[in-house]
């Protein structure tokens, strides 16, 4: 559902920005076929990044200060993947201001919803979580959210299960996706889109989706139709 939800963000786009694209940015499994450059400050992240070449480029930076690297409107899309959370609050909500400064017609972030506990780790001190997002700080902002992972209390840090057995959790996790994906403030992560060009709808349509309008117009139209 995350892949297919991303790929429905990065719809004619035909560059992004993939900033924190870490070791295995998720644009791999999109099939995504623009140009992508990714950003990250961690140099055995971004050598491994190196060799699983998703990106046409990559560049070792910190993303707080990406607004110096990057001109304004130079990407049709940025996306910010398990980013935000690992800032401070205040320096993370001058990240999207600028990631939104950097888009001509999307920003695409994923963060866990609200605050989730996770330490840094021996060969990576920016794995530390320090601040959490909710459905509503992002939709205050302007971004469609959708809900990811299933439900909220299945993952903690580095995404492991809370319970045990962890198969099991995991099958309640993929079980729960479709239900969480409408109602995210039930889920595990946030995916959020904002739109940015004129004219544009905030996100691309679900495909397949079904809404309850829809379901009792067709409803209706069966029941004049029998005999």
């Known amino acids: ?22 070791r295995a940015s998720p644009l791999a499994s999109t099939g995504y076929a623009g140009f992508k450059v990714g950003i990250d400050i961690a140099r ?14 990559l560049v070792r930076a910190d993303v707080a200060r990406i607004g110096d690297l990057v001109r304004p409107k ?4 940025v996306v910010c993947l398990d980013v935000i959370e690992h800032l401070e609050r205040e320096q993370a909500l001058a990240l999207l201001a600028t990631l939104e400064s950097l888009a001509r017609r999307r ?13 840094p780790t021996a060969d990576n001190p920016y794995q530390e979580h320090l601040s959490g997002f909710t459905t509503s700080d992002l939709r205050e902002r302007g971004y469609t959210v959708r809900g990811m992972h299933g439900l909220w ?11 045990a ?12 996706a479709p239900l969480v994906y409408r109602a995210p403030r039930l889920a595990f992560g946030l995916l959020g889109v904002k739109s940015l060009a004129t004219g544009a709808s905030a996100w691309p349509p679900d495909q397949g989706a079904r809404d309850s309008t ?6 209706r139209t069966a029941r004049t139709r029998r005999p």
């Open 1 to 22: 559902m995350f892949r297919r939800a991303l790929e429905r963000a990065l719809a004619g786009c035909r560059s992004v920005l993939d900033v924190g694209c870490g």
């Open 44 to 57: 055995a992240d971004l050598a491994e990044a190196r060799r699983s070449g998703t990106h046409d480029q």
């Open 74 to 77: 130079s990407f049709d899309a």
């Open 107 to 119: 920003v695409v972030v994923f963060t866990p919803n609200g605050f989730v506990p996770q330490p």
């Open 153 to 163: 209390f299945v993952f903690g840090a580095f995404g492991e299960t809370r319970l």
């Open 165 to 176: 057995p962890g198969a099991l959790w995991r099958r309640v996790a993929d079980v729960s």
């Open 214 to 219: 829809g379901l009792r117009d067709r409803a």
